[in-house]
């Protein structure tokens, strides 16, 4: 299934990458606050295609470009006993606060917050946590 969005258009590159934050107030009466309301919240996405489409926008200056984007796998790390390759999972946020571990973005991985779905596509191997938790890295949808 296409997934199809608008993206300003100095952001409009093929590749661009981007986490769907939600609607703003500022778009309530836009005509195609439709095609863009439809993402998942706090999911991360990237753009694949470009198409000619343009529409004028309140947000981005120089408007907006329909594109065609797709859901970004998410590397994350995750408790061992719960990474089974083709689990549906729901994620809990790591209460970890050391900013100076190599594996922050692992445990709070962008893109993921409490309570979000995701389906474990993969397990790449054990993560080495300096509190001794058991966690393995991980690819989800």
Do not use: W
């Amino acid at each position: 299934m296409v997934l199809v969005t608008v993206v300003g258009k100095l952001q409009c590159k093929e590749g661009f990458e981007f986490v769907f934050g939600g609607p703003l107030a500022e778009c309530r009466d836009c005509k195609v606050r439709n095609v863009c309301f439809h993402l998942e919240e706090n999911r991360r996405y990237r753009v694949k295609r470009i198409r000619e489409v343009q529409h004028k926008c309140r947000i981005h200056e120089e408007g907006v470009r329909v594109v065609e984007v797709e859901k970004v796998p998410l590397r994350a790390a995750v408790p061992a006993k719960a990474a089974l390759e083709g689990a549906m999972l729901t994620f809990e946020e790591n209460l970890c606060r050391n900013l100076g571990c190599p594996h922050y973005r692992l445990c709070r991985p962008l893109g993921a917050s409490g309570g979000m779905r995701f389906k474990l596509v993969s397990v790449e191997g054990d993560t080495d946590c300096v509190r001794g938790i058991p966690l393995k890295t991980v690819s989800l949808e």
